[in-house]
C-alpha cells in the first residue's frame, strides 16, 4: 500500500489539501514516504465559485429562451394571421431578446474587468454632465411613477475619473433607485471629502432587509424575483463594485424596509 505513488484531495473543515505521498527507496528497499501537503483551498473555492457562476447563467438565460421557444412555437403551429395578435407575440419576442442580450452583455463586462490585465482610464470629468445625463434617460419612468429625482452637486471643479466606469456606475445605481421606488424622491450627491470623491444616491424605495444586505453585490442575486425577471440581470451592482474596486474605492449601503436605500461611493483621487 505505501510502495506506490498516489495523489488526492481531502478537505478538513473548510481547508482543501491535495496530497501526494510516493516511495522512498534505499538499494531499492522500501525506506519510507515522502508525503506533500498543498493547501488548494483558494482554487477549490475558485472552481466551485465558477460552477455556481455558470449555473446562476444557465438558470437567468433560460427563462427568456423558453418564453422565446413557446412563442415561436404558437406562432408556428397556430399560423397566426391577425394582425394585432401577430404583433403582439412579436413585442414579446423582441422583449426577450432584449433581455437575454443585455444579461449576455453583462456578462461580458463583468468576464472583462476580472481580467488581470484590465486598467482604468481616468481623464478630467464633468461628472455633473455624466449625472444629468443619466437623469434625462430615467426621468420617463420616473415621472410615470410619481418619482422626483433631485440632483445636489458640492464639486465646482472637474475630477479625474474614467468616464465609461462612472456613466455604468450612474446608470446602474439610478435604475435600481427607479425599479425599487414606487413614488417619492430619489437624490444623488456628489462631493469631495478631503481628496476623495464621493456619490451617494438614496431613494425612498422598497428597502433591503437587513439579512439580504450582505448578499446584496453577490452575482445574480435577486432581492425581489418578480421585478428583477424583466427589468434587469443581476449583475449591475456587481459591475458597479467591481468598477469602484478597480477606481480603488469601496461602496456601502444603508437600507430599510419600506424606508429606502441609500448607496455610497467613495474614489480616492490620487489614485
Known sequence: M???????????NTKYYQ???????????????????????????????QKQFFSNISKELKSPMSIIIDTVEKVEQDKIKDNDTFNAFMVILLKESYHMQ???????????LDQPQVRIHPTTIGIEDIIKESIITFEPMAREKHISIIYQNFIKDEIALDATCMKTIISNLVSNAVTFSNEGVITI?????????????????IGIAQNYIPFIFDRFFQINSSKRKNDGTG??????????????????????????????ITIPLNH
Open 2 to 12: 505505501f510502495q506506490k505513488k498516489c495523489n488526492t484531495i481531502l478537505c478538513n
Open 235 to 264: 449583475l449591475g451592482l456587481s459591475i458597479v463594485k467591481r468598477m469602484v474596486e478597480l477606481h480603488g474605492g469601496d461602496i456601502k449601503i444603508e437600507s430599510e424596509v419600506n424606508i429606502g436605500s441609500t448607496f455610497t
Open 189 to 205: 450627491k456628489t462631493k469631495k471629502n478631503d481628496n476623495d470623491f464621493v456619490l451617494i444616491v438614496q431613494d425612498e424605495g
Open 19 to 49: 496530497i501526494d505521498t510516493a516511495p522512498l527507496y534505499d538499494n531499492e528497499v522500501f525506506n519510507g514516504e515522502l508525503i506533500l501537503f498543498t493547501d488548494v483551498t483558494q482554487i477549490k473555492e475558485v472552481e466551485q465559485s
Open 102 to 112: 443585455n444579461i449576455i452583455d453583462d456578462i461580458l463586462e463583468l468576464s472583462r
